[in-house]
């Protein structure tokens, strides 16, 4: 497949550089974040691989945001190290990381509800043609491709011309997606992708997760639920507080351990025994603390699954 453009799955960025499936497109090395006295993120270690969904969970508060704008290019972090492709590297604006191949995703998808689906798939990146300075949107063009775009990623919509803020939830963000990908997206952010969904349309997300995976992707999906995480989830990484409380694999932690970590188990059983006093509480179901214990990944651990 050849270049147009020098854009998206079609462009530079994807086809023009092979990524070493050994190699972490991202890297945090005990990175952190302060504002003034506040120490939000701190001696966070974080390794996205290409072809491998990273999931980073955690309450509200955990960082998870911090992280993001990090990574983005919205915020610098303040300690560690943050790199891209091996290269320490200090974003002054989300442009200089989508020009590295990093594209976020928000839960407000940056979308025009009453523009039809192709304009929004191309919103601030029109496809142009003519003689400057008459030069006028090539309407046709942007069309088809994003047709082929969305069929390349499994997305089929009857009419482009519908507004997309006529389609579901899941597909608004499944849109978005293919339109990172399309963009030259190596390394996609997704920020609570599933949260405002059902159960049908949360599914129909996860499934363009795993499918811009398979396109050589490195996919970080931020998210509350560890059921979501555990279904697409190559490698899964909980905040607590500002630091990571879980860096593990999915060989090495079970849904139940994630989502006793996730839920704050650690404090729960430390707490079993004043628990237990209270009437009316049932600690037979808590975990024991040392059963809470799963493997924290060194930096120097990271491993990319197939």
């Given at each position: 497949m050849t270049s147009t453009n020098g854009t998206g799955t079609h462009g530079a960025v994807l086809m023009d550089k092979v990524p070493d499936k050994d190699a972490?497109?991202?890297e945090l090395r005990n990175a952190g974040k302060s504002y003034g006295n506040i120490r939000a993120l701190y001696e966070v270690d974080l390794k996205v691989f290409p072809r491998q969904v990273t999931?980073?969970?955690g309450d509200n508060g955990a960082g998870k945001s911090t992280l993001i704008k990090i990574i983005s290019g919205l915020h610098q972090?303040?300690?560690g190290e943050f790199l891209v492709d091996g290269?320490?590297?200090?974003?002054?604006?989300p442009r200089e990381a989508l020009d590295r191949g990093i594209a976020t995703v928000y839960q407000d998808l940056a979308v025009v509800p009453l523009m039809p689906v192709w304009r929004n798939f191309f919103l601030g990146s029109?496809?142009?043609?003519?003689p400057w300075p008459i030069r006028r949107l090539d309407i046709e063009r942007m069309k088809k491709t994003a047709d082929e775009e969305l069929r390349n990623m499994g997305i089929v919509l009857d009419d482009l011309e519908q507004p997309i803020g006529t389609l579901s939830g899941g597909q608004r963000q499944c849109v978005a997606i293919a339109r990172a990908v399309y963009f030259g997206a190596r390394v996609l952010i997704l920020d609570e992708p599933t949260a405002a969904l059902g159960v049908k349309q949360s599914g129909v997300v996860l499934k363009y997760i795993a499918a811009a995976r398979e396109r050589g992707?490195?996919?970080?999906?931020?998210?509350?639920?560890?059921h979501h995480a555990y279904m697409v989830g190559d490698h899964f990484s909980v905040l607590r507080l500002g630091t990571m409380e879980l860096n593990a694999s999915r060989d090495d932690v079970s849904l139940e351990e994630l989502t006793n970590h996730m839920a704050g188990g650690t404090e729960l059983a430390a707490l079993k025994h004043e628990l237990a006093q209270v009437r009316g509480v049932d600690v037979e179901e808590l975990p024991e603390e040392?059963?809470?214990t799963a493997?924290?990944?060194?930096?120097?651990?990271?491993k990319t699954l197939k």
């Open positions: 972490p497109l991202v999931c980073v969970l972090h303040t300690e290269e320490p590297v200090r974003f002054s604006t029109e496809m142009t043609k003519g992707l490195g996919v970080i999906f931020i998210t509350h639920n560890p040392e059963d809470l493997p924290v990944a060194t930096p120097s651990e990271g």
